[in-house]
């Protein structure tokens, strides 16, 4: 199983960025889907899931600017993050989880500069 994120990177303050999440090895429609985020010196923070065609966000300062979707067909989980801020800064991993069955992708690091 793998999970394989990407578009991170360096960003202004108030740019945009899509962060993609590619599964292999499982059946991708079966899983819930999520993002969260570790900040340096930080916790991991669930910041958007996607249940059976249900967004949710659990971080108040990323809603109105951060969707969460998904696309079945291409094994692809995305974060599209707009009016970025420098507090946003985070390595992103995208989270599998079906039942008591989890996995995780190796992250991707979000710079915001200010």
């Known amino acids: 199983v793998q999970l394989q994120a990407s578009g991170g990177g360096l960003v202004q303050a108030g740019g945009s960025l899509r962060l993609s999440c590619v599964a292999s090895?499982?059946?991708?429609?079966?899983?819930?889907m999520d993002w969260y985020r570790q900040a340096p010196g930080k916790q991991r923070e669930l910041v958007a899931s996607?249940?059976?065609?249900?967004?949710?966000k659990n971080v108040d300062s990323v809603k109105g600017r951060f969707t969460i979707s998904r696309d079945n067909a291409k094994n692809t989980v995305y974060l599209q993050m707009n009016s970025l801020e420098p507090e946003d800064t985070a390595v992103y991993y995208c989270?599998?989880?079906?039942?008591?069955?989890?996995?995780w992708g190796q992250g991707t690091l979000v710079t915001v500069s200010s």
């Open positions: 996607i249940r059976r065609g249900i967004r949710t």
């Open positions: 989270h599998a989880g079906w039942g008591t069955v989890d996995y």
């Open positions: 090895g499982i059946t991708f429609s079966k899983y819930d």
